[in-house]
């Protein structure tokens, strides 16, 4: 473990970058400072120098040797940290072969191989060859100057224009070189004997002959107007990829100002996401939401640059709060963005060590349902699993599913099944009710626990219950709880069915020992009451009294003002 973590402290070293952590920035000063000292000593020892002198540049050159062999070797380790395609042996060989990794290892274990066995030439060749091994380390100087990470992405972002002007630079040279030659032979046939002399002075024509090569008179009035547009095409062939390389070149700076921007704006939309104490409870709590308008006034953003913002980042998104509202009551559309965790493939894990587990299947697509859940595991110290990324349209539920192979579903499932398969393992899946689209019924609350509409038994086939008794005093502890507290009412199994084969929970291997059920929450108290959070600590004392009573609560974050969340692992 503690050499993982060394490993990807070191990757985070050699991460090229100037700007990370200030140690960070001295090792990477230190090897752009050895590398100069490096090839200065090449330099300074082809001038005739004393003997003493001789004797510095031979330290300085094993000094520098010795730790970059070091550096060069650690790189290659660390290879797949930096990228995952660098895994493995061959992983490591690919490496080598990537233009630094080339520059590394010729720059380094060459000296190595050359001491330990000479190679087979002269001494003096053989130290001249390791030389020039070791001047090519000066290219290593080009991951630190942004200036050639622009170059580089001009030159790929332009490639393809770039085969193309030379594809038909090139056809068109072939096609002016034969009918040179066409031109040209009858009356110079001693110069232009053959078609591969009149395609060679063509292409020397291009690089300024510098063999005299293409020194051939021309005679023909034909032959001076190809040579004309040979001599044009000679600008070109240039001139071309110079512009579009140019061009490119322009476009690499725009589009790492533009992404440096996105940045600086995400920090934005994290920083606006400042915990706000909540009156009932006075805990500290992330805010469900917070609409755009809200966010261009506070944080100076246009409504472009918070798009942007959301698209960029992998725990914000966009939503329109009409979607809460049922449609009777006419709601307005109205856009908002809502922060969450994020720390697996599928969304977002906390293992507290509890037996009870909140799960928020849906909260990609319903609002604010994942807030809510998260405050509820939070307040009882019970673990969380919550479905926050993927695909929106088409939608793929978690929770429903005739097959269990979406990205982010198998690790899902997986991390589920290992919380529920603790001894006296509970899992509570949370959901949203009346919605847009749906009915507004008197409850507040649903529970369901496996059977079908209206079928209120625990005792039956199929049911997710096993403990009946623990499960009727949470259930009654809900309803008790929700009518004194708030007036609230809540049914059991009366409006929505749970019977269904695709719920996520009866394909847990742990299904058959595990005890789980289904609230669905309207979203007028999970999401607009202001005793949202206070309904949450109202269930969390229920679960807690009845499933882990002696188990001890830290909920002192609660009581902190900060941004966003923070006690999560990544």
Not at 278 to 297: E, G, N
Not at 458 to 475: G, M, Q, S, V, Y
Request: glycine fraction near 6%; hydrophobic fraction near 45%; proline fraction near 5%.
């Amino acid at each position: 473990m503690r050499t993982q973590v060394f490993k990807k402290e070191l990757a985070q070293v050699f991460d090229d970058n100037l700007h990370t952590k200030q140690w960070h920035n001295y090792v990477d000063y230190a090897i752009i400072g050895l590398i100069l000292l490096s090839t200065a000593e090449i330099f300074i020892s082809t001038f005739p120098i004393s003997a003493r002198t001789e004797k510095w540049m031979k330290g300085i050159d094993w000094l520098t040797q010795v730790f970059f062999t070091i550096e060069v070797s650690l790189r290659i380790w660390t290879a797949d940290e930096i990228n995952p395609n660098y895994k493995g042996f061959w992983g490591r060989v690919k490496y080598c072969f990537s233009f630094y990794g080339l520059i590394d290892f010729l720059a380094t274990y060459p000296f190595w191989f050359n001491f330990i066995s000479p190679l087979p030439v002269t001494a003096l060749k053989s130290i001249r060859i390791m030389r020039l091994f070791r001047v090519a380390r000066m290219f290593r100087i080009f991951r630190y100057i942004k200036a050639f990470h622009f170059l580089g992405t001009a030159v790929k972002s332009k490639k393809t224009e770039m085969l193309v002007s030379l594809q038909f630079l090139f056809t068109t040279t072939i096609v002016l070189s034969l009918l040179l030659y066409i031109v040209e032979h009858d009356a110079n046939p001693e110069m232009i004997s053959d078609g591969w002399k009149s395609f060679v002075w063509a292409f020397a024509k291009y690089i300024g002959d510098p063999g005299k090569i293409a020194d051939l008179p021309i005679v023909t009035s034909a032959g001076h107007v190809i040579t004309f547009i040979v001599g044009i095409l000679g600008i070109a062939i240039f001139a071309v990829p110079i512009g579009l390389i140019g061009s490119g070149f322009t476009e690499a700076i725009e589009e790492r100002q533009n992404e440096e921007e996105i940045k600086s704006n995400v920090d934005k939309l994290h920083r606006a996401f400042e915990r706000k104490q909540d009156p009932p409870t006075l805990f500290q709590v992330v805010p469900m939401y917070l609409s755009l308008v809200d966010i261009q006034a506070r944080m100076g953003m246009t409504q472009e640059a918070i798009f942007d913002a959301v698209n960029a980042s992998d725990d914000f998104r966009v939503f329109n709060m009409a979607t809460t509202i049922p449609a009777d009551k006419n709601p307005v559309d109205r856009l908002a963005v809502e922060h969450f965790v994020v720390n697996k493939p599928y969304g977002c894990l906390i293992d507290r060590g509890s037996r009870v587990t909140i799960v928020s299947p849906a909260s990609l697509v319903d609002p604010m349902v994942g807030n809510f859940s998260y405050y509820l595991a939070k307040i009882g110290g019970f673990n969380f699993v919550s479905r926050e990324l993927g695909e929106v349209l088409p939608y793929k539920s978690f929770y429903l599913a005739s097959s269990f192979d979406e990205p982010g579903q198998p690790e899902f499932m997986a991390d589920i099944n290992e919380l529920t398969s603790r001894e006296g393992a509970w899992c509570i899946t949370i959901l949203a009710a009346s919605g847009k689209n749906e009915p507004e019924y008197p409850e507040v609350v649903h529970i369901g626990y496996g059977g079908g509409r209206g079928e209120s038994a625990l005792d039956a086939p199929n049911r997710f219950i096993h403990d009946i008794e623990k499960a009727t005093a949470i259930f009654s502890g809900i309803e008790n709880s929700l009518q004194n507290d708030f007036g609230w009412k809540a049914e059991r199994q009366m409006r929505y069915k749970t019977d269904n084969p695709k719920i996520y929970l009866r394909h847990l291997p742990s299904a058959n020992t595990m005890n789980a059920f289904i609230l669905r929450i309207a979203w007028s108290a999970m999401s607009w009451d202001t005793r949202r959070i206070k309904m949450a600590q109202t269930f969390a004392d229920v679960f807690h009294k009845e499933l882990e009573p002696l188990r001890q609560i830290d909920i002192s974050e609660l009581k902190i003002k900060n941004l966003g969340y923070s006690d999560y692992k990544l």
